[in-house]
Every structure is written in C-alpha cells, then in structure tokens.
C-alpha cells in the first residue's frame, strides 16, 4: 500500500527512483480578478498564518498597495508552482540514487498579449514547436528553442540534459540548490524565491504537526 503522505514516501525512499527534470516558470500562477489592497492583504495574513504572519509579510511583503499586489502575484506563483517543483526535487535529491534537474523559465515571448513568462510558455520551445505560435520570433528565441529541445531530448535518452556544445546544467543536490534560468540568457544558478520556499517549508512543517 503507498501511504497517503508523499513527505512518507520519499523520506523512506519509496518514490519510483528515476531522473528527474521539472521546473517552473517566473510569471505562471499570476492572481487574475481582484488584488487585495496592503491593508487586506495583511489582516488575511495575520487570520492564515497566526504566530508566522510576520515571517510570513517578510516573505511577502506588503508596506504599501504596490507592493501588495506584487507579494499576490509572487505568492500565487510559488504557492501553485515554484514551492511544488522545488519540494519535489529537494526530496527526490535528499534520498534518491537518481540526479535531479531543475529550471527556471523567464523567457518573456515577443509580441501581444504580453503576459510575461506565462503558465506552459516554455513548452513551445523546448518541444521545438514555435512555427506553430503566431509570434514575431527572434534570433535568441530560436536559438533558445534550439538548446531546450536539445536539452529535453537528452534527458528523455540519458536521464541527464546536458551534452556536447550546450551550457553546463548543474544538477540540484540536497547541499547545493543550483537551477538552470532559462531567459534572455542561460545562467546556473541559485535558486530564486529561496526566503518564500523556505517560509513555506516552515507552515507546511506546521501544519503536518497540528
């Protein structure tokens, strides 16, 4: 019987041990139809959240409306998205055999309606499918297509992205959380959102005690 806690799961290394690659992308999640102002914003906060609402509005500020609205906006991403993929790879690292690969998707596609580096924006380029997107492509965006796709194909063969003639991606391991921005330009680096997911780490561990 699989147990109905996935944290069980993987703690005890009952996961289906194999290469991942998984990752999410920097506008995804977006909060459509009304935004709280900061005030509301902070009154939900201290109602959810209780004793970690602080740690909670320092993750996700909310000094003025502005900033409110952007905390809404980052919140809904990490909630929905981010904090899921990075949980996921964070476990599989800790007692899995098998690497880990996680990206981070900002490439913004030229042309209307912009909505930044929306939910599934990636897929066309790492499917190598853009001719069948009505956008003003540029160089860099086939150029990028280019190596995604290569990068997808090589894990879907190997288990491992990366080959000959593409940028080195770093695999994500328990002591070293390194991604792959995938944008305006290739950088392994950190992962982003770090203070969120580990603000997150902490109700969750919360909320599996109560």
Avoid: C
């Amino acid at each position: 019987m699989i147990p109905n806690d996935i944290y069980s799961i993987f703690k005890n290394g009952q996961q289906n041990d194999v290469p991942l690659l998984t990752g999410w992308n920097a506008d995804e999640g977006l909060a459509f139809g009304m935004l709280q102002d900061a005030a509301a914003f902070k009154s939900a906060a201290e109602k959810k959240y209780g004793s970690l609402a602080a740690d909670f509005l320092k993750a996700y500020p909310a000094d003025n409306n502005e900033q409110a609205a952007q905390s809404q906006k980052s919140l809904s991403r990490d909630q929905l998205f981010g904090w899921q993929n990075y949980t996921w790879a964070k476990m599989q690292a800790n007692t899995g055999k098998d690497k880990v690969f996680l990206y981070y998707f900002t490439r913004v596609p030229p042309g209307k309606p912009v909505y930044g580096a929306f939910h599934s924006s990636e897929i066309g380029y790492a499917l190598h499918t853009l001719d069948r997107w009505d956008r003003p492509w540029e160089s860099w965006d086939r150029e990028l297509s280019d190596i995604m796709s290569s990068y997808w194909v090589n894990f879907a063969a190997q288990g491992d992205p990366n080959g000959s003639g593409l940028p080195v991606w770093p695999a994500f391991e328990k002591t070293n959380f390194k991604l792959m921005e995938l944008g305006n330009q290739l950088v392994a680096r950190d992962t982003p959102s770090q203070e969120q997911f580990d603000f997150m780490d902490k109700y969750q561990a919360l909320l599996r005690k109560n």
